[in-house]
């Protein structure tokens, strides 16, 4: 019988889970390759993807496919779901209350089994908004004949 392999720490793993920790802005494989890069000039963008892929596995961070642009990464474990700004891409963690009813009924009676489910909400966030009040051209006063 073969023994479990145990993943042993490393100090790439360690590193890439440090740069995601308290990050709230769900960023892409580069976007941590370039933080991490800077503490360990040797790391390969490959290793960063292998030690995302790791901590996805153990649960201690979680994989995110919002969009076309590929995947994004979250520390924030626990349930709850997403807005992703349609001008700027922001994403921004949702905890709504999870009483919420969907029915997934028609699901079970076509035989799949559901064990989780995901909400995304798309459109534009507090801050574009203000950027576009701000920016808004100002109408020239009604001349007077």
Partial sequence: MR??????TTRQLEEVFKALQGDHTHPFAHE????????????????????????VE????RTLLLDEQGARFDPE?????HFVCVR??????LFLR???????????KQGYVVTTHNLT???T????????????PQRPAARKA
């Fill in 77 to 81: 474990t626990s349930q709850h779901d």
């Fill in 3 to 8: 023994r479990a392999a145990r993943k042993r």
């Fill in 32 to 55: 941590i390759y370039r933080r991490v890069h800077k503490k360990l000039r040797r790391i390969s963008l490959a290793t960063v993807y292998r030690n995302l892929h790791n901590l």
């Fill in 98 to 108: 999870q009483a919420r009813r969907i029915d997934l009924s028609p699901l079970a």
């Fill in 121 to 123: 909400v798309h459109g």
């Fill in 125 to 136: 966030c507090q801050a574009c908004v203000a950027r576009r009040r701000t920016s808004k």
């Fill in 88 to 93: 700027c891409g922001r994403v921004v963690d």
């Fill in 58 to 61: 153990e649960g201690k961070i």
